[in-house]
C-alpha cells in the first residue's frame, strides 16, 4: 500500500530522469492523469499515453531530453504538500517558483492547474509540486 501517490509518481519520473531512460510507466489515478497533462502542456515531458490494460491503468511517460545536450527538460520536482502537513496557498501568497521561470503544481477546487493560471482564476488552491 502506497501512502502518497503523488511523492511515489514524482520519484518514478525523477528516478528515470537519473537513470536517462526514455519512458517511464506510473500507476495511474485521476490526480496523477491530470498533473501528467499539465507536465505535458507546459513543455516539461516529450509525450504521454493512458493504457488501460489493468483495472487500475498505467500512465506512460515520454521524457523530454534536449537533442545536443542531453540534458532533461525537467531538472528538479519538489514535492511540497506533504499528508503529514499540507501546504495551502491563497490567492495572495502564491508560490513563486525559480522567480517565475519553474511551475507550482496546484489541486484547486476548479481542478489541476499551475500557480500562474490559478492567480489569473483568482483561486487558491494546494500546493503539490514545484516543477523547473
Wanted: hydrophobic share 40%.
Amino acid at each position: 500500500m502506497n501512502t502518497d501517490p503523488i511523492a511515489d509518481y514524482l520519484t518514478r519520473v525523477r528516478n528515470a530522469i537519473k537513470a536517462n531512460h526514455r519512458i517511464v510507466e506510473i500507476p495511474a489515478s485521476n490526480l496523477k492523469k491530470e498533473i501528467t497533462k499539465v507536465l505535458f502542456d507546459k513543455g516539461y515531458i516529450a509525450n504521454y499515453k493512458f493504457e488501460e490494460t489493468t483495472v487500475q491503468g498505467t500512465i506512460k511517460i515520454a521524457l523530454k531530453y534536449n537533442p545536443i545536450t542531453k540534458i532533461p527538460a525537467i531538472r528538479t520536482l519538489a514535492r511540497i504538500s506533504k499528508p503529514g502537513l499540507r501546504q495551502y496557498a491563497g490567492v495572495d501568497n502564491m508560490p513563486r517558483v525559480l522567480n517565475g521561470l519553474g511551475i507550482a503544481i496546484l489541486s484547486t477546487s476548479k481542478g489541476v492547474m499551475t500557480d500562474k493560471e490559478a492567480a489569473r482564476l483568482n483561486i487558491g488552491g494546494e500546493v503539490l509540486c514545484h516543477v523547473y
